[in-house]
């Protein structure tokens, strides 16, 4: 995709800005930030839902004791938002490399399961 660097010889692009972003092209930079530190070898399904689940658990703790939070996060700190930023990240792409490593295309996957839900849950009548 355009707009989005690959890791050059020892130089790593820190931030970009990028219009849109797809789920393949997070995992191809996922599997890119892997290979270049050999880190391959420890990217295996399961310490990699273990990584994820211990993200998750960095996200909560941002959550923790606030009490109820509103929409859009208006009493935030910037620096708190850009944490709850990072962990949400964080969980994504441990996501998107668990399911790569595992061989499931997540985009498909998710848009077939949005299918499966609406013919779960269909609108209630007259809707
Ligand atoms: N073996 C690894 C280690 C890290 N990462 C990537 C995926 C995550 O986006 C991020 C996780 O890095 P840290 O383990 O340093 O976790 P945090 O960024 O949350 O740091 P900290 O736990 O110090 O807050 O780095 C990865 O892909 N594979």
Redesign the pocket.
């Known amino acids: 995709m355009d707009g989005v660097g690959k890791e050059g010889e020892g130089k790593e692009k820190r931030e970009e800005k990028v219009k849109d972003i797809s789920l393949k092209d997070l995992s191809r930079k996922?599997e890119e930030?892997?290979k270049a530190r050999d880190?391959e070898q420890?990217?295996t399904p399961r310490n990699l839902l273990l990584?994820m689940v211990g993200?998750v658990g960095?996200l909560s703790e941002i959550f923790q004791w606030r009490g109820e939070v509103l929409k859009g996060l208006p009493n935030w700190e910037e620096t708190d938002k850009e944490h709850l930023g990072?962990?949400l990240?964080?969980v994504l792409?441990?996501l998107i490399?668990l399911a790569d490593i595992c061989g499931i295309d997540l985009g498909e996957a998710a848009n077939k399961k949005i299918v499966k839900n609406a013919i779960k849950y269909p609108l209630p009548k007259g809707v």
């Open positions: 996922q930030f892997a880190w420890y990217h990584a993200e960095e990072e962990e990240s964080d792409l441990y490399r």
